[in-house]
T-cell receptor
Framework: AQRVTQPEKLLSVFKGAPVELKCNYS??????LFWYVQYSRQRLQLLLR??SRESIKGFTADLNKGETSFHLKKPFAQEEDSAMYYC???????????FGTGTKLQVIP | GAGVSQSPSNKVTEKGKDVELRCDPI?????LYWYRQSLGQGLEFLIY????????KSGLPSDRFSAERTGGSVSTLTIQRTQQEDSAVYLC???????????FGPGTRLLVL
């Protein structure tokens, strides 16, 4: 069964500090990985997906199949990055997407 | 085009009453999900519809919860005999296909008194 683990419920960093939100997954095949973000009083929305290999709002995430990880990184945190972040995995076919439990990022001014 | 819409946006009900929550997905999206988000908690998967396949109901917390999707479009989530612990934000999301990006609605905030 596929599983997504986000070990940190809350991550607090100072403005300007680097950020790394951890995501580990368990799935034997080739997954599609996503990061979703929910800002205060806004809808949950896609931040980035690994297949796109994009950098969105300064965030990047690299799929490491050896470590089964898809950590989200940003070199310099901004106050507007404060939000709830969810990692998600799709195994393809008609299987449902699996979400992690989320990490709340708090950027301290 | 319009995104995913949900109604009502807020619902206050008394314990023991039944409630129906509605989700209008993006037109043409074959996959539809319901999630629950309790205060300070993450996303809890409830049910997943994909095309004409039998729904994945593995996340429904009890038999008081049910959902249907009519004509492959609009979905309703029904909670019977509501309990206080059912109070949460219920989110609906749709995607073009099962593994594609999900588009979320604004949610229905349910409060059971």
């Amino acid at each position: 069964a596929q599983r997504v683990t986000q070990p940190e419920k809350l991550l607090s960093v100072f403005k300007g500090a680097p950020v790394e939100l951890k995501c580990n997954y368990s799935y034997s095949g080739s997954p599609e990985l996503f990061w979703y973000v929910q800002y205060s009083r806004q809808r949950l929305q896609l931040l980035l997906r690994h297949i796109s290999r994009e950098s969105i709002k300064g965030f990047t995430a690299d799929l490491n199949k050896g470590e089964t990880s898809f950590h989200l990184k940003k070199p310099f945190a901004q106050e507007e990055d404060s939000a709830m972040y969810y990692c998600a995995l799709s195994s393809g076919g008609y299987q449902k997407v699996t979400f992690g439990t989320g990490t709340k990022l708090q950027v301290i001014p | 085009g319009a995104g995913v819409s949900q109604s009502p946006s807020n619902k206050v009900t008394e314990k023991g009453k039944d409630v129906e929550l509605r989700c209008d997905p993006i037109s043409g999206h074959t996959a539809l999900y319901w999630y629950r988000q309790s205060l300070g908690q993450g996303l809890e998967f409830l049910i997943y519809f994909q095309g004409n396949s039998a729904p994945d109901k593995s996340g429904l917390p009890s038999d008081r919860f049910s959902a249907e999707r009519t004509g492959g479009s609009v979905s309703t989530l029904t909670i019977q005999r509501t309990q206080q612990e059912d109070s949460a934000v219920y989110l609906c999301a749709s995607s073009r296909d099962s593994g594609e990006t999900q588009y979320f609605g604004p949610g229905t905030r349910l409060l059971v008194l």
